[in-house]
């Protein structure tokens, strides 16, 4: 039987309302932390299950890429050296771009020049000189046809009024007629020249 208790302690044991506070307040910290748990778990399963998904596309998509191209077996490499080859082409396409938009279109220019020929009238020769853009040319046509047909102001006319050729050229000029023995037969040579735009 005991004859006393002494509690040694007793100042520093907390009041059963202090104590009720600190059980709720350890009840209420170890929710948020068995929350932030579970939110953190259910993260963490979720990014594996995608980083799962992503492997196993990765791996179809290296099948699929090693059936393609089956000389090749790193697909990152070959985007690579597909990407750096479309730079080469496209730097290549952007030359010929440049090149085509300075070159002179000559087709287009003959084809203007010729439309309004008579018949018989043929270009004995065509020169230009890139540098100066110069264009010269010269038309023949036979002595017997030269009355009937010749006009070398109407021909100039014609071309001056075209906007496809002068939108090739600036106005076209008569420099010389003179008559001339081409493989000994009289002809009329009629001399032009325009500057190329």
Sequence with gaps: MTAFRINLIRSQVAPPRERRL???????????????????????????????????????????????RPGQTDMLRFARSLESDLGKLADRLHTIESVLTERVNLVDIIQGLWRPLPGGVTVMSLNFEEQDRLLQFDLMIPEGLAGETVNASQWM??????????SAVNRIDSV?????????????????????K
Excluded: I
Aim: net charge positive; hydrophobic share 55%; with cysteine.
């Design 157 to 166: 006319t014609a071309w001056n009024r075209d906007p496809v050729l002068m």
């Design 22 to 68: 600190m059980f709720w307040g350890m009840f209420l910290y170890l929710f948020v932390c068995g929350a932030l748990l579970v939110v953190t778990a259910n993260s963490s399963a979720r990014k594996l299950v995608s980083a799962s998904a992503g492997r196993h596309q990765m791996a179809v998509l290296d099948v699929e890429f090693r059936k393609a």
């Design 176 to 196: 010389t007629a003179q008559r001339q023995k081409v493989a000994r037969k009289s002809m009329f040579v009629f001399k032009f020249d325009c500057t190329v």
